[in-house]
C-alpha cells in the first residue's frame, strides 16, 4: 500500500492550494480516506475526512474552506483549499484504513493505518 502527497507549497493569506493523494490500491479497499496536519511542534490533527459511501467529514476551524474529494478512477484524492490562513501551514498527510469508523472517529488521526510521507504548506 503507498499513498503519496502532492500540491504542497507557499501561497500568501487568502490564496488558495490543492493537495492530491495518489492511492497504489482501488479506493474501494479503503473503508475512509482523510487529510491530517501537524504545524511544527504541534499534535497531529485530522483536517478532512471521506468514507467509501461519499459521507465527508471536516474539523470547525476549516469548514466553508476546505473540500475534500475524490477521483475513483485514477484512485487520487484531493483536498482543495481556499482562503488560507496562517494558521493553516504544516505538513499535511493522506491517510486511509480499511476499518469500518465511527463518525466521531474519522477525523482521529490515531484510527489510520496508512500513511503517505507528507507535503509542506506554507501560508505568510
Known amino acids: 500500500v503507498q499513498l503519496v502527497e502532492s500540491g504542497g507549497g507557499s501561497v500568501q493569506a487568502g490564496g488558495s492550494l490543492t493537495l492530491s493523494c495518489a492511492a497504489s490500491?482501488?479506493?474501494?479497499?479503503?473503508?475512509?480516506m482523510a487529510w491530517n496536519r501537524q504545524p511544527l511542534g504541534k499534535e497531529r490533527e485530522g483536517v478532512a475526512a471521506?468514507?467509501?459511501?461519499?459521507?465527508?467529514s471536516c474539523v470547525d476551524s476549516v469548514k466553508g474552506r476546505f473540500t475534500i474529494s475524490r477521483d475513483s478512477d485514477k484512485n487520487i484524492l484531493y483536498l482543495q483549499m481556499d482562503s488560507l490562513k496562517s494558521e493553516d501551514t504544516g505538513m499535511y498527510y493522506c491517510?486511509?484504513?480499511?476499518?469500518?469508523?465511527?463518525?466521531?472517529?474519522?477525523?482521529?488521526?490515531?484510527?489510520?493505518?496508512?500513511w503517505g510521507p507528507g507535503t509542506q504548506v506554507t501560508v505568510s
Open positions: 491517510a486511509g484504513t480499511r476499518f469500518l469508523l465511527l463518525s466521531a472517529n474519522r477525523l482521529r488521526p490515531s484510527q489510520y493505518t496508512y
Open positions: 490500491e482501488y479506493f474501494g479497499s479503503y473503508h475512509c
Open positions: 471521506l468514507d467509501v459511501d461519499g459521507t465527508t
